[in-house]
């Protein structure tokens, strides 16, 4: 939790006092407190000083424990972070379903993985037109960030292409081009998203082939290179994208096939067909690409669920 060992050996306690979560070490007045921006935090007991903004939300949790007292698997880097996710919406119920389902799956994960958590707070909205992503983006963040800190993670769930995610009606400002449903990379640039400045935040494009790099690079590679995008991990699907419970997997109930997607586990994953013979089958899913500062820096599945799959054992004749 962060306590500092002494009175046992012989090593020299260092002056220099970043170390437990890359904060500083408030040795003033002996309160040996940790200095997380938003609140002080007390390696001693493993507990923030001050109550969570956000307790009355998290009633399962108590609302001065930190990480869910697992330190050696979860951050609190600043002890409050903002999610923001966006869900495409259009006329059909279908999609709007199975985007606005895998943003709500994205959350409750970090949620039930402590990633998100005391002091934090995520915000789903559904859009039509991708012209007013940056209006949308900017007012959040000026409402949340006083109150929530930087931004952690943005994602967006919709149809997508080799030139980025594909709005429902044409983008009133910033298109491709004109009647274009898509932004240019210009217009993506232009966002101002407040990442949090540690080098741990996440950008999420879901959508069919935003990490397809056929053309020499990829969107989502291309956008990790722009200015605004500086030290965020960005994220990109290399094929197409199909709905799933899974990550690593592509699998879906029967529920899922008929279009409804409420109250399930929803992962955008990639693949390599629709369906054989008009049924949906199960296959190991496509990874994502991952880049950072316009280098792409691996390919992986994407955070969430995984089916653990079992071997076979074969019997020996004789």
């Known amino acids: 939790f962060g306590l500092q060992h002494k009175g046992y050996n012989n090593t020299i306690v260092s002056e220099y006092r970043y170390g437990f979560g890359g904060k500083e070490n408030n040795q003033e007045l002996g309160l040996n407190w940790h200095d997380f921006d938003s609140r002080?935090?007390?390696?001693?007991?493993?507990?923030?000083?001050?109550?969570?903004?956000?307790?009355?939300?998290?009633?399962?949790?108590?609302?001065?424990?930190?990480?869910?007292?697992?330190?050696?698997?979860?951050?609190?880097?600043?002890?409050?972070d903002v999610y923001l996710f966006y869900a495409v919406e259009s006329d059909n119920e279908a999609d709007n379903s199975m985007f606005w389902q895998a943003a709500i799956t994205r959350a409750m994960d970090l949620m039930e993985s402590g990633e998100l958590g005391d002091g934090d707070i995520f915000k789903a909205t559904q859009v039509k037109d991708l012209g007013k992503l940056e209006e949308s983006v900017e007012n959040q963040v000026a409402e949340l960030s006083p109150e929530y800190g930087e931004t952690r993670e943005f994602g967006i769930w919709s149809h997508a292409g080799l030139d980025g995610p594909i709005g429902s009606e044409a983008a009133s400002q910033g298109g491709l081009y004109e009647g274009s449903t898509q932004l240019s990379i210009e217009a993506w640039g232009n966002i101002d998203f407040n990442w949090a400045q540690?080098?741990?935040?996440?950008?999420?494009?879901?959508?069919?082939?935003?990490?397809?790099?056929?053309?020499?690079?990829s969107f989502t590679n291309i956008i990790s290179g722009l200015p605004n995008y500086e030290g965020v991990e960005v994220l990109g699907q290399t094929t197409s994208s199909y709905p799933s419970n899974y990550t690593n997997t592509r699998s879906s109930n029967a529920k899922m096939r008929e279009g409804n997607f409420e109250n399930e586990s929803v992962y955008m994953v990639g693949g390599n067909r629709r369906s054989i013979n008009g049924k949906y089958f199960q296959e190991g899913a496509n990874p994502i690409e991952i880049s950072k500062n316009g280098t792409v820096t691996g390919k992986t599945f994407q955070p969430g669920k995984k089916k653990i799959r079992k071997g076979r054992t074969r019997k020996k004749k004789g």
Not at 44 to 68: E, F, Q
């Open 40 to 80: 002080n935090y007390d390696a001693s007991i493993g507990r923030w000083m001050s109550l969570d903004p956000l307790s009355g939300k998290w009633a399962t949790y108590s609302p001065y424990g930190y990480t869910l007292n697992n330190p050696i698997s979860f951050v609190d880097p600043n002890g409050e």
């Open 198 to 217: 540690d080098g741990n935040s996440k950008c999420g494009f879901y959508g069919c082939n935003t990490g397809n790099a056929t053309r020499g690079k």
